[in-house]
């Protein structure tokens, strides 16, 4: 009896030691706040009402001493760690729980409380944190898996059909299976990947797009054909930030319809207002020498030139010996094709293919194949001379069961060294082509090549004069 009167006093606000109480009156709509300010004769009417009266209990410090701390809203023993609501936040029940519960420790002082409060927090900060880095090592490990699959352009699907397995298998061995229920914890499914690419992908692209934003910057692009024939354009920018330069691929995107200067440039522009760029600080613009790009009028160049003052224009020096060696002269000219003539008549069939590769073999040779020559492959006409000349005994000894009108080029000895001479010169060339090449390779640094390969040129070129 004396706890109800306890508790109705408690309610209309009375002092007492037990229990300090919030009374929250939740109203469940708005149609209850009327009828809350409404006169009392109107109250009357709702005599059920749609009001939630809840009595959210305060903590108190001096809970601890019952060996009882506060949990967000609810109080939690620091001896047993159990978990109580708020109802139970009352000195009476709390006591009531030591004592029953841990008698060996109810006569312990605050202190000793005070230090199984901090132990029993150190432990859920513990917890909490070594769940999060083991959550995050996951996730950066999922992250750096999908990196490194985008970059060899794998398929999805190889982290969980073969990547996953591989690695579990090679834990499980060195390690235990300890560390294998780590490896599994981390997220390789397909759908999971594709995620993870498109963020690293949209995150590149976000911060090379920032940066751009703020300093000026030079493009060199091109445009190409793919082996399902669609036309693409690709863009590279170059840019100084912080105190270095850097090289990064801007843009990749298809041209539907017209490869001309004018559709470039619109697919350009758009991008540029898309991600919010300006072409004023496009200092430069790198093209090779085609018409859609440095045409007088209609090339992509000028149409940059007339939305900016600031842009320069230079062209490509890559693979202008390629260019140059179509006018050799005809003595070369004709060898070149009688070479190409004998390569094609064993790379074209393939029963002479396989015979020839038979004999190869069986001749220790080191190189069992020839190579084709394509006229647009610059890298082409060095490879297949050099291979050419280096199995010159193996097609000797093949064309003696397989006659073909030009065998005989094969003894001839002036045929084979103006042969090994456009070995020599086609395999110089890649050389200095593959050389002013690749990531950030300056006109400083490619210009060095130039000169070595004038020297080189000018050495041998006495020497056969007399030969053609």
């Known amino acids: 009896m004396d706890r109800w009167l306890n508790k109705s006093r408690n309610t209309m606000g009375s002092s007492s030691s037990d229990a300090n109480e919030n009374i929250c009156i939740t109203p469940t709509n708005s149609a209850s706040l009327k009828r809350a300010n409404s006169p009392p004769n109107k109250q009357s009417d709702t005599a059920t009402s749609d009001t939630t009266v809840s009595k959210r209990r305060k903590y108190d410090e001096n809970y601890i001493s019952f060996g009882f701390i506060h949990e967000n809203s609810y109080t939690q023993c620091v001896v047993c760690s159990k978990v109580f609501p708020n109802s139970s936040m009352v000195p009476a029940k709390l006591r009531r729980h030591l004592e029953t519960n841990h008698t060996n420790v109810k006569d312990k002082p605050i202190d000793y409380f005070i230090r199984l409060r901090d132990q029993l927090l150190k432990n859920k900060n513990f917890i909490a944190e070594v769940t999060k880095t083991a959550n995050e090592k996951a996730t950066e490990a999922s992250y750096m898996v999908s990196y490194r699959i985008a970059q060899a352009g794998k398929a999805h699907t190889i982290a969980e059909s073969l990547i996953k397995p591989w690695v579990t298998d090679i834990v499980s061995c060195m390690l235990d299976e300890k560390a294998v229920k780590k490896i599994n914890t981390i997220p390789l499914s397909n759908d999971t990947v594709r995620r993870r690419i498109n963020d690293i992908s949209t995150h590149i692209k976000s911060e090379l797009i920032s940066r751009l934003k703020c300093n000026n910057f030079s493009l060199r692009m091109d445009e190409s054909t793919d082996v399902s024939g669609l036309a693409v354009l690709l863009v590279f920018v170059r840019y100084k930030y912080q105190t270095s330069l850097e090289e990064d691929f801007l843009l990749c995107q298809p041209l539907s319809t017209y490869t001309t200067g004018y559709e470039i440039f619109n697919m350009l522009n758009n991008f540029f207002e898309l991600e919010g760029l300006t072409w004023d600080n496009c200092i430069d613009i790198c093209t090779d020498g085609a018409k859609a790009m440095v045409g007088k009028t209609a090339g992509l160049v000028s149409r940059i030139k007339e939305v900016t003052n600031n842009c320069s224009n230079s062209n490509c020096i890559l693979h202008r010996q390629a260019f140059a060696i179509k006018k050799m002269p005809i003595p070369l000219k004709n060898l070149l094709d009688e070479a190409v003539k004998i390569i094609n008549f064993v790379k074209s069939r393939p029963l002479s293919t396989r015979l020839f590769t038979i004999l190869c073999e069986d001749m220790g040779s080191m190189h069992k194949s020839l190579l084709y020559h394509t006229e647009v492959r610059w890298l082409s006409r060095g490879k297949t001379l050099v ?37 020599d010169i086609f395999t110089k060339l890649n050389e200095v082509n593959l050389s002013i090449q690749g990531k950030m390779t300056t006109v400083f640094t490619a210009i060095d090549s130039f000169p070595l390969l004038k020297e080189y040129l000018e050495s041998i070129y006495g020497k056969m004069t007399t030969v053609f």
């Open 387 to 423: 291979r050419l000349l280096e199995l010159r005994n193996e097609l000797y000894v093949f064309f003696t069961d397989h006659l073909f009108n030009l065998q005989l080029r094969l003894t001839d000895k002036i045929w084979l060294f103006r042969l090994s001479y456009l070995a």
